[in-house]
């Protein structure tokens, strides 16, 4: 009888975990779609022209994806031995391994060895939560049956190194072996793949950046398992042993140029794409991270004079202020600047391909992220004479060409009502004749008036359209630059001058790949706008303004410069734009609420010396770069009156008697 009992008992025991099992098989729906059709999120990376790494843009998960031909067989050995050494004989739960451990946990009365597979394990953190139940633990079980019947063995290996925590807000093998050790999957280590496929046990306890000598001996243990079977040598053993990696404490998204970033993701929805977090995309920008930098520092350089400045005024204006009370002087009037508004942008453009070499919205980032090179508007003021000029000299004028330097008063109507404009120079004086040259060099603008009514505003406006530029005014302000532009604009418009008269469009993305496919690639895009005669004739000018004009503080020795200075009214806006032989460069600077700046800082005085510390920056980092302007084929170099004026087919130099013309007619 008591035989009968035991053996009833004995049976029971053995059958009651199968029914259980069946019992959870066939009243549980088993969703194994998510591991069989994988498709994680996946972290795009951004690179700047030289394949160096600006940015990881993920959403909540930082993860880049490795095929499993893409992982080393020494991972696999690693993580095998460590975790499940009969991996490739089990059908997804070792049982052997499973009463090994209940029986060595009896003994010591508390949990000392698990015996999860790494089946069950990809399971536990993809398919279940991490609750301490029967249940979960029965479900675990069933699921890893039905994925080993699903996936080959390698399949389950590669969505294991891909799925799997390794600290540090790293997901997956090849996300961690760039995070902790800036390497390929296939520069590796022995040692330092020991490391990685011995994180996942305990990811923040052994995580080296936390724990170095822990991890140490966690991959010491690998090392040590994998020569007990004989999968290493002694002679690689005891190497492996000694090995100590160099170990980064990286942040996560590494972003080095964030307005880039920002730009590239605003670009990227342009483009119809909204998985720019999430696709695993690797995008190629035209930006080269050098001169990102070297405008960044140059900004901030140019910002930091300017608050130097404005304090200085300050203080004598102070004084004056004490001694205007002391005189009861009245006329004296003290200028409130708030220089907490005050902001500004650079962008640097390949003049020939128009590829944005570097992009700076802001003084400082982390104050604000507005990116005011791209989305600000500002009138661009003097900076846009230029275009003018170009238009005039495209019809035959030249650089001695003689216009009326004189004020004048224009009649015109604004709602019904009688206005009268009187327009003066920045100087508060009027030369009566200057020659073209001159005009631009200085900034004369009166002489820019009087000589888009000698044009005709129709016909300007006409020659104009060549530049593409949105929304001009249909008035005599167009003289003073009274649109408005983002400086990445002007710099596009400026490729009209530094690129010898061929407008060429900016491009930021220069190809994109998913999946070792490449999904984009940028299409150049330009037109010609002028001769490249003619427009050689404009950046002699340009050079001038940068020699001796409103640009001197833009001058950089050891590199031809050519550029424009603009100052809108009352001080608003500052700018200067300009090129050297190869590399173009805007600066834009003012109040971000459209305030008057300090009324001494002017485009010349602010942004010129930004523009000039890039170009410094510029021959420091790329001293082979191209140093002078060519001089293109039909230019014919004149000297008149001491001084060096240029001339080409269309404007042809003057005629002895009309050079000496009393009345002082425009001279073709």
Not at 89 to 114: L, P, T
Not at 183 to 202: C, H, N, Q, R, T
Request: hydrophobic share 35%; with cysteine.
């Amino acid at each position: 009888m008591i035989k009968k009992i035991f053996l009833s008992l004995f049976i029971l025991g053995v059958l009651t975990p199968f029914g259980i099992i069946g019992y959870y098989y066939f009243n549980y729906e088993y969703d194994i779609s998510s591991l069989v059709d994988y498709k994680p999120e996946v972290t795009s990376r951004i690179y700047d022209k030289n394949g160096e790494k600006i940015a990881n843009v993920f959403n909540k998960k930082h993860r880049y994806y490795a095929r499993f031909d893409e992982i080393p067989p020494r991972v696999i050995e690693a993580l095998v031995a460590i975790e499940d050494t009969s991996f490739f004989e089990h059908s997804g739960v070792n049982f052997d391994a499973i009463f090994r451990a209940i029986i060595k946990d009896v003994k010591a009365r508390k949990m000392v060895e698990g015996a999860s597979t790494i089946t069950q394990q990809l399971v536990k953190n993809k398919l279940l939560t991490r609750e301490k139940k029967l249940s979960r633990k029965i479900k675990e079980l069933i699921f890893s049956y039905k994925i080993e019947q699903a996936l080959t063995k390698q399949e389950i290996l590669e969505r294991y190194l891909n799925e799997i925590y390794y600290g540090h807000g790293y997901y997956g093998i090849k996300t961690a072996a760039d995070g902790y050790f800036h390497k390929k999957l296939s520069d590796l280590s022995l040692k330092e793949m020991a490391i990685l496929v011995g994180l996942p046990k305990a990811p923040s306890t052994y995580a080296p950046t936390k724990n170095y000598e822990i991890s140490m001996g966690r991959a010491n243990r690998v090392i040590a398992r994998m020569h007990t079977l004989g999968w290493i040598d002694d002679a690689t053993f005891e190497k492996a042993l000694i090995t100590r990696p160099k170990v980064y404490d990286d942040t996560l998204t590494q972003n080095k140029a964030p307005f880039i970033v920002d730009e590239v993701a605003r670009r990227f929805r342009e483009m119809g794409r909204n998985d720019l977090k999430t696709g695993g995309y690797e995008i190629y920008t035209t930006v080269d991270l050098r001169l990102q930098k070297a405008a960044r520092e140059s900004l901030t350089y140019a910002y930091d004079l300017s608050l130097k400045r404005i304090q200085k005024y300050k203080e004598k204006d102070l004084q004056k202020e004490q001694e205007a009370l002391v005189n009861n002087d009245e006329s004296f009037q003290l200028q409130d600047v708030n220089v907490s508004q005050l902001n500004g942008a650079i962008v640097s453009l390949d003049s020939a391909t128009g590829d944005i070499l570097a992009l700076v919205g802001s003084v400082d980032y982390k104050k604000s992220s507005y990116n005011r090179a791209t989305q600000g508007r500002r009138q661009p003021g003097s900076a846009f004479k230029p275009f003018i000029y170009q238009v005039a000299i495209d019809l035959g004028y030249s650089g001695a060409t003689k216009l009326v330097d004189i004020a004048k008063t224009y009649n015109y109507e604004k709602d019904g009502e009688d206005m009268k404009w009187r327009p003066k120079n920045y100087e508060k004086n009027y030369k009566g004749l200057v020659t073209l040259r001159e005009a631009l060099v200085h900034s004369r603008n009166l002489a820019t008036i009087n000589l888009v009514n000698d044009i005709g505003l129709s016909q300007l406006l006409r020659e104009l359209r060549k530049f593409n530029i949105k929304k001009l005014p249909n008035d005599l302000s167009i003289a003073l630059g009274t649109m408005s532009l983002s400086p990445l604009q002007l710099a596009k418009y400026y490729t009209s001058f530094s690129n010898n008269g061929v407008q060429v469009e900016p491009h930021l993305i220069d190809s994109i790949d998913k999946s070792g496919s490449t999904v984009y690639e940028k299409e150049y895009t330009s037109h010609q706008t002028s001769l490249a005669t003619q427009a050689y004739i404009m950046t002699t000018i340009l050079q001038d303004v940068v020699k001796r004009g409103t640009g001197r503080r833009a001058r950089a020795r050891g590199i031809e410069l050519a550029g424009k200075t603009g100052t809108t009214n009352k001080n608003i806006d500052a700018w200067f734009a300009g090129y050297s032989p190869t590399i173009e460069c805007v600066v834009w600077f003012g109040n971000d609420n459209n305030t008057p700046m300090y009324h001494k800082e002017t485009g010349g005085r602010v942004a010129g010396p930004a523009f000039k510390k890039y170009f410094e920056n510029v021959l420091n980092l790329y001293p082979q770069v191209k140093r002078k302007f060519d001089v293109p084929e039909g230019i014919i170099e004149v000297e008149i009156d001491g001084k060096k004026e240029y001339f080409s087919d269309i404007s042809k130099p003057p005629r002895a008697e009309d050079e000496a013309d009393p009345e002082g007619e425009l001279l073709f």
